[in-house]
């Protein structure tokens, strides 16, 4: 009787062969080493050296800080020597330094200094020197608005006399239009030039405007409500219309003040 040969036994779904496993994984560790050598020598040089600028470039813009630092602390010092010698009467030397800052790369000390020689010419009755130093700011693109602001009225102030109306007008425009601090000072020449320009009926409201803005001063003020009285404006408005801000402003304190104090008052009440 013939005998069957022994059959081998299936394999079980789902159970795979671990020696399949290890296959695959030693394939796909040797795929992803290649593909990292063939990444390394194309990219490689270009990822060290960018790695390389960028901590040049980090070391640069750290270096610059500290050396802009360093100068802006130098020229500090250097400004308040330059002041605290034209406050004890050493002007040419003050000179010397103004001149020195004003050939810097600062913007904002070099315009420190021109409005500083300005007002050292003026006293020197020098107006021409004055008047391009304090121009120079004006002009200047890089200077910190604010000290330009300062040079432009300066600069009005000095070559009012001598300008047509139209442009006082003209120049004080951005002062007058806006809510600047210059406002009072600004007002004033466009008033007197809307004076000069035969234009009573818009100087007048100006006036009025400049004798009731609690930011002038007080010569200003006192003028500028005079003008406004005699070209027909009621100032007696001005003084009510403060009484009635000043009011507001005091309930609106008082109010602001009630909800604080209230919790203090119960923990008053409860202590005693």
Excluded: C
């Excluded at 409005?115 to 020197?124: E, N, P």
């Excluded at 027909?232 to 000043?246: C, H, L, S, W, Y």
């Amino acid at each position: 009787m013939a005998t069957t040969p022994p059959t081998t036994p299936a394999r079980t779904t789902g159970s795979p062969d671990p020696r399949d496993d290890a296959f695959i994984r030693e394939v796909d560790e040797a795929y992803r080493e290649d593909e990292l050598k063939k990444f390394a020598s194309t990219w490689g040089r270009w990822i060290v050296l960018a790695a390389v600028l960028g901590v040049a470039a980090l070391g640069g813009w750290y270096w610059y800080q500290a050396d802009r630092t360093s100068r802006v602390e130098a020229l500090s010092e250097q400004f308040t020597a330059a002041l605290t010698k034209v406050e004890t009467g050493g002007s040419t030397e003050a000179l010397a330094e103004l001149e020195t800052i004003g050939q810097s790369n600062n913007p904002s000390y070099r315009s420190l200094a021109a409005i500083t020689k300005s007002g050292l010419a003026l006293q020197g009755g020098e107006l021409d020197k004055a008047v391009a130093d304090l121009k120079r700011v004006a002009d200047d693109a890089q200077a910190p608005q604010p000290l330009r602001e300062v040079a432009q009225i300066k600069l009005l102030r000095l070559q009012f006399d001598t300008l047509k109306p139209a442009e006082v007008l003209s120049r004080t425009e951005p002062f007058i239009a806006g809510d600047s601090p210059w406002f009072p000072i600004a007002g004033e020449m466009a008033a007197l030039a809307h004076l000069k320009a035969g234009a009573p009926e818009k100087a007048g409201p100006l006036f009025y405007r400049i004798a009731a803005d609690e930011r002038t001063p007080q010569s200003i003020r006192a003028r500028a409500e005079q003008m406004a009285a005699a070209l027909g404006q009621d100032v007696t408005k001005i003084a009510t219309d403060r009484e009635k801000a000043a009011k507001a402003k005091a309930d609106a304190a008082v109010a602001s003040a009630a909800p604080a104090a209230a919790p203090a008052a119960a923990a008053d009440g409860a202590a005693g």
